[in-house]
């Protein structure tokens, strides 16, 4: 299993190094690497994910090709970069856009800090959902709850749509609502195929000439809630296919505080999630990984 932490290619500018990825500037264009980092709690963990990166670069090629009739993407097909062999499969060439400045985020379900808001005060990014819902459950219909892009370090807060509004202009605000709900519908949809719920997801965009361009990772578990269908019953967080067993262990075992460094992640939770990714890759491509 091969690890990559971060990364350093000579000769080539690193423009930043998010909490995942590493960008380099190629001129016109830019060089995305999925590193082997994993964060919870916007936090940067000292543990990586060994392939972790690999996954997350494989996965969203899948959806940018499958979801691309929706809208276009950013991934510049055909491109390559001469790159070491450790750092091929977790590449991408992509176009240099204008990233919109939140998250957007669409619920299937009611999780994580979706359940939280709802608990305290019945609504979930302002919007008004039915007394009496359990953790978990089904909503009637898939919801978009933005969220601000906080920098590195800082928690990302969810901004209701007249907050959107505020930030991107009523018609760019609209657009990206409409084509969040119309990705997420169309992904559930294909991972209820393959025995899996989409509880939720992100997706950030981008503008160039004019055209909202779809950017980053698309659907992978470092982005989305994935639950298995067959395990599913609501009143409580199901199993998952995603960071969420790692946000589990830090809470309820670590006794970390969720600010300043992290705790070092044991051995069985690396391997553990690192199965848990494998085998969302797996399930939703159909594809064996190697």
Not at 4 to 14: E, H, R, S
Not at 59 to 64: A, G, I, T, V
Not at 262 to 287: C, F, K, N
Request: hydrophobic share 40%; proline share 6%.
């Amino acid at each position: 299993m091969a690890t990559v932490l971060t990364t350093d290619l000579p000769g080539l500018t690193c423009l930043a190094r998010g909490k995942v990825r590493d960008v380099y500037d190629l001129g016109d264009r830019l060089l995305i690497i999925a590193t082997d980092r994993i964060s919870a709690f916007d936090v940067v963990l000292p543990t990586a994910i060994p392939d972790k990166g690999r996954i997350l670069t494989k996965l969203s090629l899948f959806w940018f090709r499958r979801l691309g009739d929706i809208v276009a993407n950013h991934l510049i097909a055909g491109a390559t970069v001469e790159l070491p062999p450790e750092l091929a499969e977790r590449a991408m060439v992509v176009r240099k856009l204008r990233i919109l400045p939140i998250e957007c985020v669409a619920r299937g379900y009611l999780a994580g800090g979706g359940w939280k808001d709802y608990q305290r005060t019945g609504k979930v990014s302002g919007i008004a959902l039915a007394p009496g819902l359990r953790e978990a459950e089904r909503l009637a219909e898939p919801i978009f709850t933005p969220s601000t892009k906080a920098e590195r370090g800082r928690h990302d807060e969810p901004i209701s749509f007249a907050q959107t509004i505020a930030a991107l202009g009523e018609s760019t605000a609209t657009r990206v609502r409409d084509l969040t709900l119309a990705l997420y519908r169309a992904a559930a949809a294909h991972a209820a195929t393959k025995g899996i719920i989409v509880a939720d997801t992100k997706f950030e965009f981008g503008v160039a000439d004019g055209e909202i361009i779809l950017a980053d990772e698309v659907l992978t578990p470092d982005s989305s809630r994935f639950w298995p269908l067959d395990g599913y019953r609501p009143g409580a967080s199901p199993p998952s296919f995603d960071k969420q067993y790692v946000r589990d262990w830090l809470e309820r075992d670590s006794g970390w505080n969720k600010t300043g460094p992290a705790p070092d992640l044991p051995g069985a939770v690396v391997e553990r999630t690192r199965e848990r990714y494998v085998r969302a890759y797996e399930r939703l491509t159909g594809e064996t990984f190697a």
